[in-house]
């Protein structure tokens, strides 16, 4: 499936915070944007799939494999949330229902899209828990979202956006609330189911050094417009903008603090 955006423009209260943004998520693709806290990309993603706040007004073209998104009725969006695109956010308690086993949260989408019995579902949460290397995949289903560790609940997270089988992943920082090891492994297991099931990636995140290690291309915002796009080689080895050269020196920074 390829994502085709162009021109796409969110203004809140007459301030454009994204500014007639264009890129394109081809099949396979991996692809990064990265900003300043405050320059849109948030809002960038959360605008792709319906998800703006309700003050914003979003205009330009969002197409899905040709269709256009942006305008579409709500419902249609939903559907399209639950199979086509998917999404992970920074923090998963937040996404996470408190009063519900985990296991049951990871087989909604499959009882909801597929009709499958609360049983079945429960076998399909302990292969998807499986397959994201959580620990004990038959009792940790049976687990509330505050029993397990922050990794352990992103972990869940991820496993929830992807039993649907979704052709696309939207990452918010899915990593920045987790410590630096735990964010390795929260990468290189993101990074392996993506390459594993032909998926493509649009990660969001601050930090340069995380980017370098899932995406192979990106598009640096700042106050809401493309400043730079490019490989993320070129760009982090000779970044042309001052802001994209103020992301190098800070991602150098964090790395020689955590060697
Ligand atoms: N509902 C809203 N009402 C008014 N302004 C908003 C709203 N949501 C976001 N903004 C503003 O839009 C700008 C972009 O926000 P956005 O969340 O997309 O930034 P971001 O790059 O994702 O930052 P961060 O890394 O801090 O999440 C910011 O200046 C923010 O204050």
Redesign the pocket.
């Known amino acids: 499936m390829t994502l085709s955006v162009s021109g796409l423009t969110v203004s809140?209260?007459g301030t454009r915070?994204?500014d007639d943004l264009a890129f394109t998520l081809g099949d396979g693709d991996r692809l990064g944007l990265i900003?300043?806290?405050?320059?849109?990309?948030?809002?960038?993603l959360l605008s792709l799939v319906g998800l703006a706040?309700d003050?914003?007004e979003v205009t330009g073209s969002v197409r899905l494999d040709g269709r256009e998104l942006v305008g579409l009725p709500e419902r249609a969006l939903a559907r399209l949330r639950g199979s086509d695109v998917a999404m992970v956010f920074q923090d998963p308690l937040a996404a996470l229902n408190p009063l519900r086993t985990v296991g049951r949260q990871i087989g909604e989408t499959l009882r909801i899209h597929e009709r499958l019995s609360a049983a079945a579902a429960r076998t399909r949460a302990v292969e998807a828990a499986r397959e994201v290397n959580l620990p004990d995949p038959e009792t940790i289903v049976d687990l509330y979202p505050h029993q397990l560790s922050g990794g352990q609940r992103q972990r869940v997270g991820i496993a929830m956006a992807l039993i649907g089988r979704p052709a696309i992943l939207l990452a918010d920082?899915p990593t920045t609330a987790l410590d630096v090891t735990t964010q390795a492994e929260v990468l290189a297991l993101l990074h392996r189911l993506v390459e594993e099931r032909g998926m493509s990636l649009l990660f969001?995140t601050?930090d340069l050094a995380v980017l370098s290690q899932i995406v192979t291309d990106a598009v640096v915002?700042a106050n809401?417009r493309a400043v730079e796009t490019g490989a993320l080689d070129t760009l982090l080895h000779s970044p042309t903008h001052p802001v994209t050269q103020g992301l190098v020196a800070a991602a150098r920074d964090t790395t020689w603090s955590a060697s």
């Open positions: 809140i209260g915070l994204v900003g300043e806290s405050g320059s849109g990309k948030s809002l960038t706040p003050e914003a920082e969001v601050h915002l809401g």
